[in-house]
């Protein structure tokens, strides 16, 4: 069966600190690969989507980035954080076809 | 542009009662609806999938209808309880790279 992998679960750091978010995927292959955020009182908001191995689409302009050195591994980064990336990040992935968004459980990452 | 509202944004009812989540889209375009449920703090549950060619799915208590043409789905849970105590995101996949567009959810609270 498939899973997904995202860690860490939560994350404090100081601002101007680098960022590295993981997620992973087991049990399929050319997974389509997304980046979500979901800020305090907002809603869900697309941040990156992946189709392939380093196709990487960015939906809005921000402080971060996302690669994807291998087929199920997606990361988001960032060189120097801002407050206002705090938030609650979510992985997920689908496959072509329509069957569906699985999601990680996300990072909840907060920049003091 | 995909545009998604769920409407209330809150919700309290008894334990017992069945109830009736809304969600409606701009966009009828679409390939797919999925309706999901977050746990505070927690990432995202997949509830149900009704494919653009379908007119409902049932899993167990709940009960997913999906009226593409007028752009809207409800969500039924019969007989709730407490631990049905939780937001409820409604999201649609439209466009070629099988983007999926939330709405800001329903947080429902079911009283014992």
């Known amino acids: 069966s498939q899973t997904i992998h995202q860690w860490p679960a939560t994350l404090v750091q100081p601002v101007g600190s680098p960022l590295s978010l993981e997620c992973t995927v087991e049990?399929?292959?050319?997974?389509?690969l997304y980046w979500y955020r979901q800020a305090a009182g907002r809603g869900l908001q697309l941040l990156f989507y992946s189709v392939g191995i380093g196709q990487i689409s960015s939906e809005v302009p921000q402080n971060l980035s996302a690669s994807r050195p291998q087929d199920r591994q997606f990361i988001l980064s960032s060189k120097k954080l801002l407050l206002s990336d705090s938030g609650f990040y979510l992985c997920?992935?689908?496959?072509?076809?329509?069957?569906?968004?699985?999601f990680g459980s996300g990072t909840r990452l907060t920049v003091v | 542009k995909q545009e998604v509202t769920q409407i209330p944004a809150a919700l309290s009812v008894p334990e017992g009662e069945n109830l009736v989540l809304n969600c409606s889209f701009t966009d009828s375009a679409i390939y797919n609806l999925q309706w999901f449920r977050q746990d505070p703090g927690k990432g995202l549950t997949s509830l149900l999938l009704?494919?653009?060619?379908?007119r409902e799915q049932t899993s167990g208590r709940l009960n997913a209808s999906l009226d593409k043409s007028s752009g809207r789905s409800t969500l039924y849970i019969a007989a709730s309880q407490p631990g049905d105590s939780a937001t409820y995101l409604c999201a649609v996949v439209t466009g070629a790279n099988s983007k999926l567009t939330f709405g800001k959810g329903i947080t429902l609270s079911v009283r014992p």
């Open positions: 049990g399929t292959s050319n997974p389509n």
């Open positions: 997920a992935w689908s496959i072509h076809g329509g069957y569906g968004y699985t």
């Open positions: 009704i494919q653009s060619s379908q």
